[in-house]
Nanobody
Framework: QVQLVESGGGLVQAGESLDISCAAA?????????MSWHRQTPGNEREFVAT???????KYADSTKGRFTISRDNTKKAVNLQMTSLETEDTAVHYC????????????WGQGTQVTVSS
């Protein structure tokens, strides 16, 4: 089982930048496939933010394209989300996810990190 630990959330003003990170717990032996970020606001479903494959191919939600950059370090089994030009609409709990498994693909979720953008 893969456990993910997130860090880096916080409070920023609109227009500013913030990085959030996520890494598999030390000693994780599983091979990590895709790593992604999702986010959720109270009363709403989680929405896709960005994803990156093991070979570095990234995809973004339309709302984050051009402002956010996802990257990963395969040796550390970690993923980073660089967020620029933040908007109040980006305020949410951001969750890291990782897919793994040799046969059946499993998904691990982090505990979430709060990103708050003030106007």
């Amino acid at each position: 089982q893969v456990q993910l630990v997130e860090s880096g959330g916080g409070l920023v003003q609109a227009g500013e930048s913030l990085d959030i990170s996520c890494a598999a717990a030390p000693g994780t032996m599983n091979s990590i496939k895709d790593m992604s970020w999702h986010r959720q606001t109270p009363g709403n479903e989680r929405e896709f933010v960005a994803t990156i494959t093991a070979d570095g191919t990234a995809k973004y939600a339309d709302s984050t394209k051009g402002r956010f950059t996802i990257s990963r370090d395969n040796t550390k089994k970690a993923v980073n989300l660089q967020m620029t030009s933040l908007e109040t609409e980006d305020t949410a709990v951001h969750y890291c996810t990782a897919s793994y498994g040799a046969g059946s693909i499993l998904n691990a979720w982090g505990q979430g990190t709060q990103v708050t953008v003030s106007s």
